[in-house]
């Protein structure tokens, strides 16, 4: 008689468990909804997010962390060095030292800033 108790006692415990945790996903997916909202209205709060979530995982553990670009980004400073190796880039000419002749410093050659 006691066995029988105790199952089901047990089973009343396991029941109320799995309706708490049923009612938990169930606000976590109404609060997923309402920040995809946001991030509908709002696309720059992804990426805020996901610095946010860099910046957690950096104070968690030290570690080596792999910042993907997207390829838009990319693509800006690839076509960037694309026209300045084809020399029509914006970068001026420096102008010639006095070890250089005239007739060098302002030809179309691509010109590399000094740091």
Do not use: C, W
């Amino acid at each position: 008689m006691q066995r029988a108790m105790a199952k089901q006692t047990e089973a009343e415990r396991e029941k109320r468990t799995k309706i708490i945790h049923a009612a938990g996903e169930f606000e976590a997916s109404k609060m997923l909804a309402q920040a995809a909202d946001v991030i509908a209205r709002e696309p720059v709060t992804l990426q805020l997010r996901y610095l946010q979530t860099l910046t957690e995982i950096a104070v968690e553990k030290n570690s080596t962390i792999i910042f993907p670009l997207p390829v838009d980004t990319i693509r800006v400073f690839m076509d960037g060095v694309a026209t300045m190796r084809n020399g029509n880039g914006v970068m001026p000419a420096r102008p010639a030292s006095p070890t250089e002749p005239e007739s060098s410093a302002g030809s179309n050659a691509v010109h590399h800033l000094d740091n």
